[in-house]
């Protein structure tokens, strides 16, 4: 995986043609709602059941990959994001490329669901480095479950990225990658180890202890956890104060959940030394990208007086 080359031309055709042909763009989730939910179950491509690794590699296409990592929250109203995302996976593409953000990055994308009650509590892709990724993308479930306990298990899509990823990045250099957790809730209060034989398949027997998840996940990622504006949980201090403690800064509140890869195009950049605030948002003007770049200044803590030209 991670071989080619991103064709926003192809990306754009191939959207244009499902739109005239009335096909979903997330035609796996479609073909699901024909089934009994019994049967429901995440596409083979992105199951994580018995997977020994991910892999981000280096090619002599791609001599410096650099793994990024988006799982979306599937559950709820969370639904929405991953189709945003899809949508204007160009305009990420474009600026993590065209603006040397990133000179190459590998993208995987997966979905966290809630282990204690959704047919489908984790999907997890592959890196990819050309329009593969957009396929990846559109064959995420969006399942839409939850158990309503203002919790999913985001603790069980973190042991698996910090156990079961490969990456060249920090093998050969030492570097880590970039790793993007969107959703609105916290994590469980415990690893169950119960989840991880029955959705991973690990022989694990005892229960992990969050944070200690987390400090490994942070050996290898810069961790990010993004909490769009959609739901109720948007102002909830006890979301916030949880994902502080877990990741300090790297908790972000984005006001426009229209603005996520901007957001994340723009963290990688100031990630990697390759743009400062101000020129990262007028980089968003320049693309088209006006009323997102106000919220992701926020986000990153520039506040709308931050944009470029002095606009509010």
Known sequence: MGYGHWDDTAYRA???????????DFGYTASMRDKPYTDWAAHPDLDPLGVRARECRDSAEHGAAL?????????????????????????LHGLLRAKGYAEDPQILFGAIGDADTDRVPLQ????????????????ILLEGGGGGQKSESYELAAYFMATHIVTDAWEKRRKRGYLFLIGDELNKPRLASRHIRSVIG?????????????????????????????????????????WRGLLGQNF???????????????????????VDLSSGLADLRDLGSVVEAESVGKALGGGPRALPGGAA
């Open 252 to 274: 972000l509140k984005l006001d426009d959940p229209g603005a996520v890869c901007e957001l994340i195009a723009l963290t990688i950049g100031l990630g990697e030394d390759k």
């Open 124 to 139: 997890i892709g592959q890196f990819e480095s050309d329009n593969r990724m957009d396929e990846q993308l559109r064959n």
């Open 67 to 91: 793994p990024v990592a988006v799982l979306f929250d599937v559950t709820g109203s969370m639904g929405r994001v991953p189709r945003i995302m899809q949508a204007k996976l160009g305009t």
């Open 202 to 242: 690990d022989h694990v027997r005892t229960d992990v202890e969050v944070a200690s998840i987390y400090r490994e996940l942070a050996r290898r990622w810069h961790v990010h956890y993004i909490l769009p504006d959609q739901s109720s949980y948007y102002d909830d201090p006890e979301i916030a104060e949880h």
């Open 14 to 24: 191939a959207k244009t043609y499902r739109a005239s042909r009335g096909v979903e």
